[in-house]
């Protein structure tokens, strides 16, 4: 079993940064390969991008060269920096925590990019 919490949402212009950090809890943690999703408005959740347990990432292909992932795993963290945001990033972020079959999600926190 793993918790999630997300933090680091909020309110930026466009070509902004922010730095999302997810909290993980439980046990195991290293072994976990871990995401970040995002849900705008009235579309599907989204793969943002993804860190291996080996800490090899991927990116889906509207975020590359403007985010970056990373995780701290002796404490349990995992962070995602974006840079140079436009308005289509605007969307709930989500931590996502995967291995095998298992799934687990933080509640999410809302990015806006607007001026």
């Known amino acids: 079993q793993v918790q999630l919490v997300e933090s680091g949402g909020g309110l930026v212009q466009p070509g902004g940064s922010l730095r999302l950090s997810c909290a993980a809890s439980g046990s195991m943690f290293t072994i976990y390969a871990m995401g970040w999703y995002r849900q705008a408005p009235g579309k599907q959740r989204e793969l943002v991008a993804r860190?291996?347990?080996?800490?090899?990432?991927n990116y889906a292909d509207s975020v590359k060269g403007r985010f970056t992932a990373s995780r701290d795993n002796a404490n349990e963290m995992v962070y995602l920096q974006m840079n140079s945001l436009k308005p289509e990033d605007t969307a709930v972020y989500y931590c996502?925590?995967?291995?095998?079959?298992?799934?687990?999600w933080g509640k999410g926190t809302q990015v806006t990019v607007s001026s």
């Open positions: 996502n925590a995967h291995i095998a079959s298992l799934d687990y």
């Open positions: 860190i291996a347990s080996t800490g090899s990432t």
